[in-house]
Each structure stands twice: as C-alpha cells, then as structure tokens.
C-alpha cells in the first residue's frame, strides 16, 4: 500500500500578546491557504529513500520519527509539491506533520494531530501550525502560559472556515529566507515586553472586529483588522527584521495593493512572503497582474490563491 497526503502552507498574521503579564504570552492568529502545498507520495520500502531537493532533510526528519513512533518499517518518499522553506510559510511544521502522519498511517496506527505535534515538539510558541494542518481554514490560539509547564499545545479558541470568493495574492521572494533556526529563537529570548497599549488595542481588533468579519462575512473589516494588526506587530519586530516588513519591496507591494483596493495586506510570520486580501477570483488575477508588472523581474512567485478549509489530506492508492 503507498499513500499521498497533502498538506497547505499557512499564514501567521500576528501575535496577540507578546507580554505575558495576563499569564499567557504569544497568542496566534492564522489561516491555512491552498497553495503552496506539500504533496508525498509515501510507499513501504526496503530502505529509507527520498527525491528532491528536500531529501536529505526527510531522511532526518523520518530517522527521528520511526524512533518516536515505534515504528520499523521503511519508507520511500516522493516529492510532488513543495512548500517552500524560510519564507514565513510553515513550511517545516507541515512537512514533519505531514510525514508522521504517513508514517503512523502505513504503520496502522491512527494518531490524533495534537498528539503528533507533541511527539514532534511542535507548536512552541504558535499553534496555528497544527490547527490548520488538523482542520485549515482561520485560526486563533490562545498561546501559552507565561509559565511554562512542559509541553502543551497552545489552546484554539476559534477556527472556522473563511467564505470561498476571499482570496489571497501572494508575493514570495526567491532566494531571500526570513528569520528562522537559532537566529529566530535568540530573539525571541531577548524580546523585551510588548507594551500594554499595543497588547490591549491587538486583542480589541481581534475579537472585535476580526472574529465577527469572519462570522459576519464582512472582508472589509477583516482587512482592515489584520492590516492594523500587522503594522503593531511589525513594528514591534522592526529591529530584528529591518523595518515593519522584511524587506523595501514587500512594503512597497503591501503598498501597491492598498491602493489597488485590496481589503487587507501583510507579512507572513518573518517573511519575506507578503499577502493582499481580496474578494473574488477575478479581482485576485487582476492584482496579481499589476504587481508582477509593478515588479518587472523573475525574482517573485505571484500567485492568487483561496483558503484551505480542510487541513491535511490523507488517500491511500493500491
């Protein structure tokens, strides 16, 4: 038996309260997106095999896992789709959920989502990782204690499927990774406490305005929300990533797209991936067109795409 999971990439459109001083620290908000996405083919195999470019990081990831997982046989991988890494996109949660899962699967064991992420020491500081990768669509956690006991998933507190004509324009820099590895978790040790105006005016936009956009199908509201929120956790990070966005360019896009009519931009966690909301297939082209033509190089992927609503997929094949 081989099997094919797929798994969407996702958005980090800010924390919420990077304090802590009401006993819980980070705070996630976040949507699952159709594109880009992993898609593996996973087969028994008589020793551990994986193609592309990301191979050798697979066969890392596997040699821990079957460990973890009690499990013995080997696999081969094939990968059909690829999420790329560094980019803001959750690229490497998806890919270790994404295999784990292959792996209990063909093994026969069926293992909840939450329990992989433990196994796999996911969801440090974010869930939305998880959240979406178990259900997609948009997603707010409720972050962890400002003491930590141990490893628990940050808790989700609303998830819910985004209307199908809001559509996401994405604009991915190739070859300039953002924040990751030991240079992401140093800052996040040296931090200073986010101020208290800034916590209280990104918690009144979240569940004021944010959640009942969602609710209420109102994308007005709900971009307006995430662009505020984005600006107040941009600048928050502006001295480890060189300015509210990641680079000069994806400013200037975010920029373009406000005037082009966009409902809401932003950056994704670290970037440089950066994203406009927009209602409608036809209205996403269009601004896709306009900022390739803003952008006059090869050096972006432009792309339209929806949410995902439904999180990872698993199908077997004889």
């Given at each position: 038996m081989r099997g094919i999971v797929r798994t969407p990439a996702r958005l980090h459109l800010g924390f919420i309260d990077l304090s802590g001083r009401c006993g819980r620290i980070f705070g996630s908000i976040g949507v699952a997106i159709e594109r880009p996405r992993w898609v593996l083919e996973v087969s028994p195999s008589g020793r551990m095999q994986a193609d592309g470019d990301a191979g050798k990081e697979i066969l890392k990831i596997l040699g821990r896992l079957r460990g973890r997982l009690g499990v013995k046989q080997a696999?081969?991988?094939?990968?059909?789709?690829?999420?790329?890494?560094?980019?803001?996109?959750?690229?490497g949660t998806q890919l270790e959920l994404s295999l784990s899962l292959a792996v209990s699967k063909l093994a026969g064991r069926?293992?909840?989502?939450t329990e992989l992420a433990r196994i796999l020491r996911r969801g440090k500081r974010s869930g939305i990782g998880v959240a979406?990768?178990?259900?997609?669509?948009?997603?707010?956690?409720?972050?962890?204690?400002?003491?930590?006991?141990g490893h628990d998933l940050p808790p989700v507190i609303f998830q819910r499927a985004l209307p199908g004509d809001w559509w996401f324009v994405i604009v991915l820099p190739l070859g300039k990774p953002g924040l990751s590895g030991k240079r992401e978790e140093k800052v996040f040790e040296t931090l200073p406490p986010m101020g208290d105006a800034t916590v209280e005016r990104i918690s009144r936009l979240t569940l004021m305005k944010v959640l009942p956009a969602v609710v209420t199908d109102d994308i007005r509201g709900f971009g307006e929300a995430i662009t505020e929120i984005q600006m107040l956790v941009g600048e928050f990070f502006a001295p480890y990533q060189g300015g509210v966005y990641a680079t000069s360019t994806g400013k200037e896009v975010a920029e373009l797209a406000l005037k082009r009519g966009a409902c809401g931009v932003g950056q994704s966690s670290w970037g440089p991936t950066v994203f406009a909301l927009v209602r409608g297939e036809g209205a996403a082209a269009a601004l896709a067109r306009e900022i390739k033509r803003f952008l006059g190089d090869d050096r972006h992927l432009v792309f339209a795409t929806r949410a995902n609503n439904r999180g990872a997929v698993w199908k077997t094949a004889p």
């Amino acid at each position: 038996m081989r099997g094919i999971v797929r798994t969407p990439a996702r958005l980090h459109l800010g924390f919420i309260d990077l304090s802590g001083r009401c006993g819980r620290i980070f705070g996630s908000i976040g949507v699952a997106i159709e594109r880009p996405r992993w898609v593996l083919e996973v087969s028994p195999s008589g020793r551990m095999q994986a193609d592309g470019d990301a191979g050798k990081e697979i066969l890392k990831i596997l040699g821990r896992l079957r460990g973890r997982l009690g499990v013995k046989q080997a696999v081969a991988i094939r990968t059909l789709e690829a999420i790329p890494r560094h980019m803001g996109l959750g690229s490497g949660t998806q890919l270790e959920l994404s295999l784990s899962l292959a792996v209990s699967k063909l093994a026969g064991r069926q293992l909840p989502v939450t329990e992989l992420a433990r196994i796999l020491r996911r969801g440090k500081r974010s869930g939305i990782g998880v959240a979406t990768f178990a259900r997609g669509g948009f997603v707010v956690d409720a972050g962890q204690p400002s003491r930590p006991r141990g490893h628990d998933l940050p808790p989700v507190i609303f998830q819910r499927a985004l209307p199908g004509d809001w559509w996401f324009v994405i604009v991915l820099p190739l070859g300039k990774p953002g924040l990751s590895g030991k240079r992401e978790e140093k800052v996040f040790e040296t931090l200073p406490p986010m101020g208290d105006a800034t916590v209280e005016r990104i918690s009144r936009l979240t569940l004021m305005k944010v959640l009942p956009a969602v609710v209420t199908d109102d994308i007005r509201g709900f971009g307006e929300a995430i662009t505020e929120i984005q600006m107040l956790v941009g600048e928050f990070f502006a001295p480890y990533q060189g300015g509210v966005y990641a680079t000069s360019t994806g400013k200037e896009v975010a920029e373009l797209a406000l005037k082009r009519g966009a409902c809401g931009v932003g950056q994704s966690s670290w970037g440089p991936t950066v994203f406009a909301l927009v209602r409608g297939e036809g209205a996403a082209a269009a601004l896709a067109r306009e900022i390739k033509r803003f952008l006059g190089d090869d050096r972006h992927l432009v792309f339209a795409t929806r949410a995902n609503n439904r999180g990872a997929v698993w199908k077997t094949a004889p």
